[in-house]
């Protein structure tokens, strides 16, 4: 008898009709004897729809109620799983993040889980067949509803699993697993049966939102056996696993795009000691991440100094970097949010030279300018315009995965 952690996406519970359909399968695990904790986002739509009209009553509306705004569709898909399991005469509880005692930081709308004491499931465990856990939700020390960032139920689910000991922890959603690209951008993307936990970190952090990222930091950390499978079909999916056990050893295991980038310039900065410290400390202060940083040759004692943001932190920082260009004597700022981030990722870039050679050139054939480069020891990214971005994504997917053998 095993401890099995589902977890179902917002397309897996879109419906009345999907939530019977996952209300047969935790049946099915159970009938084979295995005790389910089930973990659930909204209903398809749902999270979206609640933002939509937080943000209709007030432009930025306080995270704290955002938080207990948006955690109510998973109460609600919650919920609707537990009564169509007890219809079907198995005895299931639901379990809001409080009551399941996960426990969070206070940073509303992007909590990180603390802690989760496991002793609650296994308590309602003992009393019921399966126990139904809203995701993306939590609890700060205050008793503050608090939730996850976008997409984290996957996080609830591994973070579930890692304190409860589970076997497995299941992701159930609408693609097969884990992909060598998006395949609902790239036709000719192969499902793969294993990938590292390091490939999947590179891969979540650079766009792949089949995962959330800290579901997969959580996952290495604790070796969390994460197996992500399609909702509509037995079909086997993706493990997510040790170095050791990903037999795929590739050069690229996978493409991404990033559309979360956005290309922030400072013109004609004084190359002197210290400058680009004056820029990067105030936008540290303020709680910006800086990604990929270039800065040019200096022409007449200036360069122009290039470094991407996120779109969030893009809206808000426009003030703040005119006041450092200011500050410093820059010319001024150009902000480009018109780029996109493709990156190729693998952990066999590690042993081989000429991968981000190939990449470059790859691109250059279809007339795609790089804008800025990043590399890390199994990643390559380039940053190019928008308008390419499709384009690139199915020239590098099929330059070095499009069939097995030319990788
Ligand atoms: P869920 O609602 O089940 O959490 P998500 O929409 O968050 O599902 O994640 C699944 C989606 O991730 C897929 O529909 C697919 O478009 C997207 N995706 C992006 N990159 C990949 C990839 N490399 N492999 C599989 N899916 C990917
Ligand atoms: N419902 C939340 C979202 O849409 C959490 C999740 O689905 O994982 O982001
Ligand atoms: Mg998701």
Known sequence: ???????????????????????????????????VIAVVSAMAGETDRLLRLGRELAGQPIDREMD????????????LLSITLNHMGIQA?????FQARILTDNVHTKA??????????????????????????GTDADGNITTLGRGGTDTSAVAIAAASNADVCEIYTDVDGVYTADPNICPSARKLDCISYEEMLELASLGAKVLQIRSVELAMKYGVRVHVRSSFSDAEGTMVTGEEEALESVVV????????????????V???????????????????????????????QATDLTFTVT????????????????????????????VVKISIVGLGMRSHAGVAARMFRLLATEGINIEAISTSEIKTSCLIHEKYAELALRTLHDGFLANESSV
């Open 253 to 268: 295991a996978g493409v991404t795009t990033d559309r979360n980038a956005v290309k922030v310039t400072m013109r004609s």
């Open 1 to 35: 008898m095993g401890l099995y952690v589902q977890k179902f996406g917002g397309t897996s519970v879109g419906s009345p009709d999907r939530i019977r359909a996952v209300a047969e399968r935790i049946a099915a695990t159970q009938r084979q004897g295995h005790h």
């Open 311 to 338: 779109r969030d932190d893009a809206d808000r920082i426009g003030d703040l970097t005119e006041r450092i260009a200011s500050d410093i004597g820059a010319s001024g700022v150009v902000i480009d949010n018109e």
């Open 93 to 97: 509880r639901s379990m809001m993040g």
């Open 68 to 79: 207990v705004l948006v955690s109510s569709g998973e109460q609600v898909s919650s919920a």
């Open 112 to 137: 990180r889980i603390a802690r989760i004491d496991a002793d609650r499931l296994k308590e309602a465990l003992g009393t019921h067949d399966v126990v139904v856990v809203a995701g993306f939700q």
């Open 270 to 300: 004084p190359d002197q000691p210290g400058m680009v410290a004056n820029v990067f400390e105030p936008l540290a202060e303020a709680n910006v991440s800086v990604d990929m940083i270039i800065q040019n040759i200096s022409k007449d």
